[in-house]
């Protein structure tokens, strides 16, 4: 919990920034820095490490309010992130994602109006595709009501365990807890655009990775196991 000023109350933080991180070393001072503000605000920031192999966790511990050893699988951390927290909301954030300057107060605002949320998004890197695939995924988030991680989620600490939180499943876990929270209300869709790492895009190609999410998620919808999807993922990629 963030610490209050000698002589002050503590003040019970109002949003939890929860991290997934897994051999980070390269991004998470980056990633973590901006929050410094956030954490002066009373804003917490848990980092959960699924077993780096580098400098991540201590790279982070400075810049955090804790630094806890979770399971590998981001739906894990970010479960494991949630029981830690004690604030009444919840963001979950990639390492590699960069917040707006006005994302704090426009999470707090949104959440007293719907159960959950999520940021429009764009995308760094060098090709010139990754701006329109950031517009498509604006787009379908909007019309869908579904968001992925990239996006930065955002949820009531109470939707979180009316829905039992991320699945344990080691992949599309953004999609599945996403149609689960349409049942409490709409996401509230912010305009304010995060900014990602396009590297998992252009590491593949970016027309590939595409063709290959867009393979993957609609054998998703079609009832395929997770599981054997994110096997088939590990391999392509």
Request: aromatic residues 6%; contains cysteine.
């Amino acid at each position: 919990m963030p610490l209050a000023e000698p002589g002050s109350e503590v003040v019970a933080p109002r949003l939890c920034v929860v991290i997934p991180v897994l051999d980070e070393a390269a991004t998470i001072v980056a990633g973590l820095e901006p929050l410094s503000e956030w954490r002066q605000q009373g804003v917490e920031v848990i980092v959960v490490d699924g077993g780096s192999e580098d400098d991540t966790q201590a790279l982070a511990r400075p810049l955090a309010d804790r630094v806890i050893d979770g399971p590998r699988g981001r739906a894990r951390q970010m479960n494991q992130g949630a029981a830690a927290a004690s604030a009444p909301s919840l963001l979950f954030l990639h390492a590699d994602t960069r917040l707006p300057p006005a994302a704090m107060p426009a999470i707090l605002k949104a959440l007293e109006k719907r159960h959950w949320g999520r940021f429009d998004v764009r995308i760094q890197g060098r090709s010139r595709w990754l701006s329109l695939i950031a517009a498509c995924m604006n787009l379908r988030s909007r019309l869908t009501g579904i968001a992925t991680g990239d996006q930065a989620m955002f949820m009531r600490r109470s939707a979180f365990d009316a829905v039992g939180g991320f699945p344990d499943q080691p992949l599309m876990e953004d999609i599945e807890v996403s149609r689960r929270l349409k049942r409490l209300s709409p996401p509230a869709c912010l305009g304010f655009k995060v900014l990602t790492d396009g590297r998992r895009w252009e590491q593949g190609g970016v027309l590939t990775t595409i063709l290959l999410m867009w393979r993957l998620r609609f054998r998703y919808w079609r009832g395929a196991d997770p599981v054997r999807l994110a096997e088939e993922y590990r391999h392509v990629r």
